[in-house]
């Protein structure tokens, strides 16, 4: 059960590793790792992710960060158990026709073939400076999932969990957010439909040892230009100081990004970098960030969780390691 964590004194936080010193951040994580070789075994047996978003444009760029995710997946010691799509899944006017050539094709079932389970962006949604099609876009990649149940493509609902390797004896809980609170999208009912399930939801008994969160919203974000999301800090944030949630994953903007938030359980990752113009960012004490394509890996067994973050053409450019105690390890490249 995901216990709540209210009374938690900063002496606890520090000994957990919840809290990070801006000493500690600011002493070299852009600056002393180099591109270097991914880590693709591990001595303990676990499961393998990919996280990708903003993806769907169907151009070169997609297409170079897919076939990377293809070769890199191959190298692992296992095969991959799902592949998180972080929303922005298709850019401009959807029709059926694109989920061939823009996803099943473009995602090669040589090594991805593995459930990709998406949440929404922005972008799927269709507004005045997409396609305009409204909600009627994200109602096309419901109804894809459900008339198409054999395809790798999940979306069981807009806000969902899933467990793996299975729900009778998970390793990984995800909990799956509808972040597109602006005009146009989620009804106002779905808003509140939304929070009440999110509430009941880390409530339940939890058999799981981790704990994340994928929506397509950064909560908080070096992004030069979009910053943090203050609707998200005011919604979500107080769950996140309470409840037992290793990650944050999210896209929507254009880059590479692993940050630690005082205070704050998860480690939030930002994976935008899946073929759409990449955003520029700025360099703060909380952690690491990259104006760069490309994708994270992670692994996770009973003790801890490893990330990478790699590049378009393969190289890993950060990674971390977190135990369940909440403590974060930078590795070196």
């Not at 002393?32 to 591990?42: I, N």
């Not at 998970?170 to 509140?192: C, H, R, S, W």
């Not at 994953?249 to 759409?276: C, I, M, R, T």
């Amino acid at each position: 059960m995901n216990t709540p964590r209210s009374s938690m004194t900063r002496r606890d936080a520090l000994k957990s590793g919840l809290i990070f010193s801006t000493g500690l951040l600011s002493a070299g994580w852009q600056s002393r790792l180099h591109a270097a070789e991914p880590q693709t075994s591990f001595s303990k047996k676990g499961l393998h992710f990919l996280a990708v978003g903003d993806y769907g444009t169907g151009k070169e760029a997609q297409k170079k960060v897919a076939a990377q995710m293809n070769q890199f997946a191959g190298t692992l010691d296992a095969p991959l158990s799902s592949v998180l799509a972080l929303g922005d899944n298709f850019y401009g006017m959807l029709d059926e026709a694109r989920f061939g050539p823009h996803f099943e094709q473009m995602y090669s079932k040589q090594h991805l073939d593995c459930p990709f389970y998406a949440c929404l962006g922005n972008h799927d949604y269709g507004p005045q400076y997409d396609s305009k099609q409204g909600r009627v876009k994200a109602d096309m990649q419901l109804d894809y999932a459900k008339k198409n149940p054999n395809s790798r493509w999940k979306m069981p609902a807009k806000w969902f969990a899933v467990e793996f390797p299975n729900p009778v004896t998970p390793l990984v809980k995800i909990i799956y957010l509808d972040g597109n609170f602006a005009e146009g999208a989620m009804t106002p009912q779905e808003k509140l439909g939304q929070k009440r399930w999110l509430d009941e939801e880390l409530k339940k008994e939890n058999k799981a040892k981790w704990t994340w969160v994928v929506t397509h919203f950064p909560m908080f974000s070096d992004d030069t230009k979009r910053k943090d999301n203050q609707g998200l800090i005011k919604n979500w944030g107080p769950l996140l100081k309470t409840n037992a949630i290793s990650l944050y994953l999210s896209g929507h903007d254009h880059n590479l990004q692993h940050l630690q938030v005082q205070d704050y359980q998860p480690s939030f990752l930002v994976s935008g970098g899946g073929g759409a113009t990449t955003y520029e960012t700025t360099a703060s004490a909380r952690g690491y960030s990259k104006q760069i394509f490309g994708f994270n890996h992670i692994h996770v067994d009973e003790q801890k969780i490893t990330v990478q973050l790699i590049d378009a053409d393969g190289k890993r450019l950060h990674a971390f390691e977190r135990d369940l105690g909440g403590k974060v390890k930078v590795l070196g490249a």
